[in-house]
């Protein structure tokens, strides 16, 4: 054959074996298309498709730097990274059971430290050893701590059997408070049992807990029977059993317990939905009740003309509140350093207990009052978390009474030793020198601990992290082998 008929039959046996192979693909993708949706394209419209694909690259768009030599991440994408990260982290189920936990702990630790640092010359004052202040507090922190896990570990339900028990209890030894012979007067307050030794309770610290458990209990049971949307279930017996522990505190004279027990009754009502004319009313009711109080009473009139003020006066009734603004004053940024404070030399009265926040300011400067803010302000917004995720009505009533209780007394106190607040006489809590405050307050924590580990995702993810709930995870992960493989 010539050649010229050998390139022509080449050339056109090329063209029939590529309508042969479509005519024989031609069925299954016809059947595919039924099922996938349109057509997809055959043959030599497929191939050429492909080639021409195959040399194209996908667009990357690039940001170049200044001078155009490179690619450069854009400044915002990782600032934004990050943000994303944190919001991650913070919103995940055991955030507000780490904050409650570990700020509690710091705060009792650092409290700790700044008790044994202002107490030491008050201790040699009265001829004592210069740490019988820390090794009372730290016995305290010791029995607080177990009371701490085992509020952690109980269940709701023993919580809130235990509501009317505390409750009564704690009226009974409010009562023997003000019998002759067995109550004790400190600074005036008759507010205090003996109990032998160096030992002494205070319990209208413990009325503050037993209000907050006694209250959740009786307000989720009216909720459950849908029976808080008239105001006299709302009120009764709430705020009759919430004055009568009012006027046991207030008969020792103790203003400042007082104000607490009231902020928490407040805060139940808010919780419970109470209305604006109902909330009102009962505000202005106790607002008239307070300033009798303090227009009565010399002492009171003098502490609210504290406020604000640079001197100690002429008769130097401003004297604490006025060197509790030197202390903070002279602390600088990051203070004097931890022990070295001037105003505990019997400038500064009661250093350890009401006046703390100022030593710290003066040792610790304004760090580390920035840092106790920081702690409450952690702690505060965890014990808002858990009664804001929780569908248990005592729950949200308990975190939300615990909360309001902490938040509040530290507000006035520092507000006091700021002198933006009158003197109210109420410690820092868990912070201050004081067992029968401390006490009360880690079981609280505990409370919130709890809440916190009782959510659904906490509790499952508590659940993961159990070495038994790891290990058979772990095993249905691995993959069997077959016998024969090596």
């Known amino acids: 054959m010539p050649a010229d008929d050998s390139s022509a039959a080449r050339g056109t046996g090329r063209p029939q074996a590529?309508?042969?192979?479509?005519r024989a693909l031609a069925p299954?993708?016809?059947?595919s298309a039924r099922l996938a949706g349109p057509p997809a394209p055959t043959g030599l419209a497929l191939r050429g498709r492909l080639a021409a694909g195959a040399g194209r690259r996908p667009a990357v768009p690039r940001s170049r730097g200044h001078d155009g030599s490179g690619p450069r991440t854009p400044r915002s994408?990782?600032?934004r990274r990050m943000y994303e990260q944190a919001r991650r982290a913070w919103d995940r189920p055991l955030t507000a059971y780490y904050l409650i936990l570990g700020a509690g702990l710091l705060i009792t630790v650092l409290g700790l430290v700044m008790v044994y640092s202002a107490s030491m010359i008050k201790a040699l004052e009265l001829d004592k050893p210069g740490t019988y202040f820390f090794r009372k507090q730290f016995l305290a922190a010791v029995i607080g701590s177990a009371l701490l896990v085992i509020a952690s570990r109980m269940p709701v339900k023993l919580h809130r059997a235990l509501a009317y028990p505390l409750l009564m209890g704690t009226v009974f030894l409010m009562v023997?408070?003000?019998?002759p012979g067995i109550g004790m007067s400190v600074n005036g307050n008759q507010n205090w049992l003996y109990l032998g030794g160096p030992f002494q309770l205070q319990p209208s610290e413990f009325g503050k807990l037993a209000l907050i458990l006694w209250s959740a209990d009786l307000l989720a049971r009216k909720q459950d029977k849908r029976l808080l949307t008239q105001w006299k279930h709302m009120l009764v017996p709430l705020v009759p059993v919430a004055f009568m522990l009012l006027g046991l505190i207030m008969l020792g004279g103790d203003m400042g317990t007082a104000i607490i027990l009231?902020?928490?009754?407040?805060?139940l009502l808010w919780l419970a939905g109470a209305p604006t004319r109902l909330f009102a009313g009962v505000l202005a009711v106790a607002g008239v009740l307070a300033f009798l109080l303090i227009k009565t009473s010399p002492n009171r009139m003098s502490r609210l003309s504290c406020m604000g003020v640079s001197e100690p006066g002429p008769d130097g009734s401003c004297w604490q509140a006025v060197h509790g603004i030197y202390a903070?004053?002279?602390?600088?940024?990051?203070?004097?350093?931890?022990?070295?404070?001037v105003e505990k030399w019997g400038q500064l009265p009661e250093p350890h207990t009401d006046f703390i926040f100022a030593i710290t300011g003066e040792e610790l400067g304004l760090a580390g009052t920035l840092s106790v803010l920081a702690l409450f302000a952690a702690l505060g917004y965890a014990g808002i978390r858990v009664a804001g995720r929780t569908e248990d009505p005592f729950v949200r009533y308990a975190a939300g009474g615990v909360?309001?209780?902490?938040t509040v007394q530290a507000v006035i106190n520092i507000g006091a030793v700021l002198g933006l607040l009158p003197i109210a006489g109420v410690p820092l809590p868990?912070?201050?020198?004081g067992g029968s405050a401390l006490l009360p307050t880690m079981f609280a924590v505990g409370l919130l601990i709890a809440f916190a580990r009782e959510e659904p995702a906490a509790k499952a993810a508590l659940a993961m992290r159990r070495p038994g709930v790891r290990w058979k995870t772990m095993r249905r992960r691995v993959k069997k082998r077959p016998s024969g493989e090596r």
């Open 28 to 31: 299954p993708l016809l059947a």
């Open 262 to 267: 009231t902020a928490i009754l407040f805060g």
């Open 77 to 79: 994408s990782g600032v």
């Open 430 to 433: 868990l912070f201050s020198y």
């Open 328 to 341: 903070l004053a002279s602390g600088g940024w990051f203070g004097s350093g931890l022990g070295a404070s």
């Open 403 to 406: 909360t309001t209780w902490i």
């Open 18 to 22: 590529t309508a042969a192979i479509s």
């Open 176 to 179: 023997l408070v003000q019998v």
